[in-house]
Structure formats: C-alpha cells, structure tokens
C-alpha cells in the first residue's frame, strides 16, 4: 500500500500542499513507501521513494516544541542547551557504572517536566532541582558530586551534612508516585 504525505495549509479560500523535496534531484513529488512510530512515540520515520528519479530516502517527523530560555542567577537570558545538561550529568556519573541511554532518558524526563510547566522562561534553579532530582534516583555518588558544584560547597562539613541527609532520605523509585509534596 503506498501512503501520500503531504501538508495541507490553508491561505484564504486556497489549500496549499507541501511536499518534501527530494535530495538527489530536488523534485517535490515523492510517495512515502513506509512509516514507522519510533519506540519512545516523539517522531514518525518515513521511507519516500522521489517519483522523479526514484530515489529513497529517509525523513523523520517530530513535534516541534516551543524554545526554552534560561534564566541565570546573574539575570542574563539564554536558550537552553540540552548538550549542556547532558555534559553536567556524564561529568558527574565519571567512572560510575551507569550507562549513557539512561543519562539520555534522563535529559528528556527534565526536558518534558520543563516542558509540561507550559513555561517560556525557566530559571536555572528549577533545571538543576530537576537534575539533581533524577541524579538522586540514578546514582547517590553521581548525586553528590553534581550537588557539590551546583551549590558551590566550599568545605568539607558542607559535604558532610549532604551525605547524611542522603542517607536519612531513601532514593525515590521513579515509578513510585509520590503521596506527599518534599
């Protein structure tokens, strides 16, 4: 079965169809040929094949969600980067035994939480509570480190207290819904 994809605007009293472009020969008409859900459902993968030129090829469809800014402890305003979470969590789970798709998993469960807050600004404190929050579940040691540069600890007694109220407070299975507000 061929499936057609195309993009319906509407102009005034006129539909407009948007077609994809194809990269060998530049042609806007092609058919999709198959269209798979990725497993975590965010983007749709298409195989076209270009009725010009039959050539194949591969696109993928996401949601586009609205762009995020953060907003630093000084007041300055910048576009969140998702690289840089992600760099802040390897750098503290250095040398711990968790894989990278759970750092991954990790990024997208902050990038969704910020995301469902319907929010266009976001200071920097709720992204590192988020963080520190899934580094809590994932690894105490990765836990602590990230918290130690977070909060800036400049003796070891600041370390001291962090570790024991680690230990008092149990880490929270994910899966688990909470029954009381922290």
Do not use: W
């Amino acid at each position: 079965m061929l499936i057609y994809d195309f993009r319906v605007a509407v102009s005034g009293d006129k539909k407009v169809l948007f077609h994809m472009r194809c990269v060998q020969c530049g042609s806007l008409d092609d058919k999709v040929l198959d269209s798979r859900s990725s497993k975590d459902g965010t983007s749709i993968r298409r195989r076209r094949e270009c009725l010009s030129c039959s050539y194949r090829y591969t696109t993928y469809e996401q949601i586009e969600r609205t762009e995020l800014r953060v907003v630093k402890r000084n007041g300055a305003r910048e576009a969140l980067n998702r690289e840089k979470i992600m760099s802040g969590l390897v750098k503290a789970c250095e040398k711990r035994p968790v894989p990278m798709d759970r750092l991954d998993r990790a990024v997208e469960e902050v990038l969704a939480e910020l995301h469902k807050d319907h929010l266009s600004e976001v200071p920097s404190t709720i992204i590192g509570t988020k963080v520190m929050d899934k580094l809590h579940q994932i690894d105490p040691v990765a836990y602590v480190r990230y918290v130690s540069v977070y909060r800036q600890f400049e003796d070891v007694n600041e370390f001291i207290q962090e570790i024991q109220s680690l230990s008092r407070r149990a880490a929270r299975d994910h899966l688990q819904r909470r029954l009381f507000k922290d």
